[in-house]
C-alpha cells in the first residue's frame, strides 16, 4: 500500500491512558527495565513526532495519562502510536479515550520557521494546565451564513484575548472521527483557565453545541516523572 505523503494537513492525536494493575505487581528490576525501554522508544521518535504529555491520575475516572502527539505523516502517526502498546511499560497500558483531528497549514506557511518542520511555533504545548474536549455542532450552526459564524467567533475571541497566557487551538475531526472537532485550551494559570472557561460557557456560541463532553483536565509533566509516580 502507497504511504501517505505530507501535504498540508498536520494530524493530532489524543490519547488518554490508565496503567494496568498487574504492573505493579512486578518486581522492581522489571519495573525499572520497562520504564526505560518504553522510554528509549519515545525518545527515538523525537525528531519525526510532536510529542507533549500529561499527568491526569486523580482528575479523571479512569485516566493516568495522555500522550499528545502530531505528525504531518498520518501513517507514521499510527505506526508511533501502534508502539505505545508494543513495548515496555506500554503494555500495561490500556486506552480510555482517543481522539484524532486535522490542523492545516495555510499555503504560505514557512516549514523552515516551524517546529519539526511541520508544528508552527509557540502554538501547542506551550503551558503547563490543558482543558481537552471533543465538540459536536448544531445543524443550525452549519446552516448560517459565514459572515454570522464569523461574528460570533470574534464575539468569543474578545474573550480570550482578555487573559493573558491563554493558547486554545481547535482541530478537525470531520470524515476521520466521531467528533466534529476537538479544542484544546492552554493557560500557564489554572486560575486563569477555569475564569476564562466559565465566562465561553455564556457565549452565545454555545446554543449552537450539541455535546462537548467529556472534559478532561491535563497537566503537562515530563515522561518519565509520570511514570515514576504511576508505578
Not at 498487574?22 to 520504564?35: D, G, Q, T, Y
Not at 506551550?126 to 454570522?148: A, D, F, G, N, R
Request: hydrophobic share 35%.
Amino acid at each position: 500500500m502507497e504511504k501517505t505523503k505530507p501535504g498540508n494537513n498536520v494530524y493530532s492525536s489524543f490519547i488518554f491512558l490508565k496503567l494496568n494493575e498487574r504492573f505493579r505487581h512486578l518486581v522492581s528490576n522489571e519495573k525499572i527495565a520497562a520504564k526505560q525501554e518504553f522510554e528509549n522508544m519515545i525518545a527515538g521518535c523525537q525528531e519525526r513526532v510532536f510529542l507533549r504529555t500529561y499527568f491526569t491520575t486523580g482528575l479523571k475516572k479512569r485516566c493516568d495519562l495522555l500522550f499528545w502527539r502530531m505528525s504531518d505523516n498520518l501513517d507514521y502517526l499510527q505506526d508511533i502510536c501502534a508502539k505505545t502498546f508494543s513495548t515496555g511499560i506500554g503494555k500495561y497500558l490500556e486506552t480510555t479515550h482517543s481522539y484524532l483531528g486535522v490542523h492545516q497549514l495555510g499555503e504560505t506557511a514557512n516549514r523552515k520557521d516551524m517546529e519539526l518542520g511541520f508544528v508552527p511555533k509557540n502554538t501547542f504545548g506551550v503551558y503547563k494546565y490543558m482543558l481537552i474536549h471533543p465538540l459536536i455542532k448544531s445543524q443550525t450552526w452549519y446552516e448560517m451564513s459565514p459572515y454570522e459564524r464569523e461574528s460570533l467567533k470574534k464575539e468569543r475571541e474578545a474573550v480570550l484575548t482578555r487573559y493573558g497566557n491563554i493558547n486554545e487551538n481547535f482541530f478537525t475531526s470531520y470524515g476521520i472521527d466521531d467528533q466534529d472537532m476537538i479544542v484544546s485550551r492552554e493557560a500557564k494559570s489554572l486560575e486563569d483557565l477555569i475564569k476564562v472557561t466559565k465566562e465561553l460557557k455564556r457565549q452565545r456560541i454555545k446554543n449552537y453545541t450539541v455535546e462537548d463532553r467529556p472534559v478532561f483536565l491535563c497537566i503537562g509533566r515530563d515522561l518519565r516523572e509520570i511514570l515514576d509516580n504511576l508505578s
